[in-house]
């Protein structure tokens, strides 16, 4: 079974930081890209950021831009998950996931974290 590890997820006033990671190897799942996406309680898992490991090309979603930063480690088979000024609204349960394909679309991720739980307080 696939596994994808992540951590850094915890309690944070609101305008704090915290930084996601997430252990996914391109070698171990042979996915040529990696996506974030939340869930809060009672609404649809949705897109965050995404990141290519050949030449890190990223995509966010409007909600985050400017806030959140992607990056990866291939030396560390790692992604990150940099949040800035976060909100009470980004309160949800963080997964990573792999796709053969470099997309917002969930339906094209296919291995998945167990998620971390992000909460902002007001």
């Known amino acids: 079974q696939m596994q994808l590890p992540e951590s850094g997820g915890g309690l944070v006033q609101a305008g704090g930081s915290l930084r996601l990671s997430c252990a996914a190897s391109r070698r171990t799942v042979s996915k040529p890209a990696v996506g974030w996406f939340r869930q809060a309680p009672g609404k649809e898992r949705e897109f965050v950021v995404a990141i290519t490991w050949d030449g890190g090309s990223t995509m966010y979603a409007e909600s985050v831009k400017g806030r959140f930063t992607i990056s990866r480690d291939i030396d560390r088979n790692t992604v990150y998950l940099q949040m800035n000024n976060l909100k009470p609204e980004d309160t949800a349960v963080y997964y990573c996931?792999?796709?053969?394909?470099?997309?917002?679309?969930?339906?094209?991720?296919?291995?998945w974290g167990q998620g971390t739980q992000v909460t902002v307080s007001s």
């Open positions: 996931a792999t796709s053969q394909r470099f997309t917002t679309e969930k339906l094209s991720y296919d291995y």
